[in-house]
């Protein structure tokens, strides 16, 4: 549950067939979603895993009929009015409870005016959620009308808060309603970033247990604990970035390295080096998280979600044979960082971020920051920042909050 206090909700679509991409599919991920957080969500539609209205549905033989009849020109009243008793019939017991009515696309796009005119007789308290905007696509130019019902779609409606889903939809709402632009709130679609980086449960699990969730940026070790990775180069540049990068986190995923007793030792080393630079809770090995028998807990298929979830690979190691780390990040498009030595440059072919051999941190560090500065880097930040949908669902509850206030 979140912080804010539970709401009885209704959300309304003239369909809720699944459609992949379609307005549909978020509705879908905000109901559950607004669940999820603790809310009594009530989902009616035409059709589809709703409560289910059949009139609500815009391919209702009698709704297309009238839909045909608005795009000639004629108001066809009668029908009209028959669906929009009908309609509020139904939708005055199914809402009566309501605090907030969500309505998706139904007063601004012309497939099921009736339903937008009945959801108005019902009094209660409605958010247009605006993805598209008839009045001002040339092809539903039909439907661009003097007087009403035609209206509807292009005059503010009393009781009606309008949300626009991009900044470009506030301007056009605003614009054609003759509303300030502040009035119009911006609630953008998201992105469920676990699923379609396709992470599992046991990738999650382990970044929950190092505290990598919300991290930004997210910089990936892929190495084994052994004293020619150098190691303590990335401890020094994770303590040279964190100032520009407060939320910054560095995980090392690789176990200790199995043919030298020293590793140990190196481990130590590495553990009382990050403690005095007091980098314990941005710098993590995985090898901490062993399992039962001292199972290293990154097994194949979860360090590939591993290079999907990093922000920047950072190879800090001066002496390779091959560097098949380079072929990771490059499968991932992760940006990645490494030393500037003649086997790197083979297999990266100019594709990464370099820093000198026998450099220092600083230096490690200003590669760093180069790379996430690359447009790649900053557009990855910004969707996991702004559209990700635990970010969009506080904005959903800003919105809810004050039109129920």
């Known amino acids: 549950m979140s912080g804010r206090a539970r709401r009885r909700l209704a959300l309304i679509h003239y369909t809720a067939a699944p459609v992949t991409g379609g307005v549909e599919s978020i509705l879908a ?45 004629d108001d066809c009243l009668p029908e009209f009015q028959a669906l929009r008793e009908r309609l509020a019939g139904r939708l005055q017991a199914l809402l009566a409870d309501r605090d907030v009515v969500i309505a998706h696309n139904v007063l601004t796009m012309p497939f099921n005016l009736p339903l937008a005119a009945a959801l108005l007789d019902t009094g209660r308290p409605i958010v247009a959620w605006t993805h598209d905007l008839a009045w001002v696509n040339p092809r539903y130019a039909e ?33 054609l309603m003759r509303l300030a632009p502040a009035a119009v709130p911006v609630v953008p679609n998201g992105v469920d970033v676990a699923a379609f980086l396709g992470l599992g449960p ?5 970044a929950r247990r190092a505290g990598l969730e919300g991290a930004d940026p997210l910089i990936l070790v892929p190495v084994r604990i052994t004293r020619r990775k ?17 939320a910054l986190r560095l995980v090392v995923s690789g176990p200790l390295g199995p043919h030298s007793s020293d590793n140990i030792a190196y481990a130590e080393e590495l553990m009382r080096r990050r403690a005095e630079l007091r980098l314990d809770g941005v710098v993590s ?20 979600e591993l290079y999907r979830m990093a ?66 880097a900053r557009l990855r930040r910004r969707t996991v920042n702004c559209y990700s949908w635990p970010v969009v669902l506080d904005r959903i509850e800003q919105v809810i909050e004050a039109e129920h206030g």
Do not use: K, M
């Open 29 to 73: 991920v905000h109901a559950r979603l607004l669940r999820e957080a603790g809310h009594d969500v009530l989902v009616v539609a035409g059709r589809g895993d709703a409560v289910l209205v059949p009139e609500v549905d815009s391919r209702h033989p009698d709704v297309e009929a009238v839909t045909r009849r608005l795009a000639l020109g």
């Open 143 to 175: 439907y661009q009308r003097p007087g009403w019902p035609w209206s509807l779609l292009r005059d503010p409606q009393p009781g009606v808060r309008y949300i626009a889903i991009s900044r470009l939809r506030r301007r056009e709402v605003a614009h």
């Open 202 to 206: 046991v990738a999650l699990d382990l």
């Open 230 to 246: 150098r190691l303590e180069l990335a401890l020094a540049a994770a303590d040279c970035l964190r100032r520009a990068y407060p």
């Open 285 to 304: 090995f995985l090898y901490e998280f062993a399992g039962a028998g001292g199972a290293h807990p990154v097994d194949d298929r979860t360090i590939a």
């Open 311 to 376: 922000d920047l690979v950072l190879f800090p190691s001066e002496s390779e044979g091959f560097g098949l780390p380079v072929l990771e990040a490059g499968l991932s498009r992760a940006p990645l960082v490494c030393a500037d030595i003649p086997v790197l440059r083979e297999v990266a072919g100019g594709g990464a971020w370099t820093f000198p051999a026998g450099s220092g941190g600083d230096a490690v560090a200003a590669a760093a920051e180069r790379a996430l500065a690359s447009r790649a």
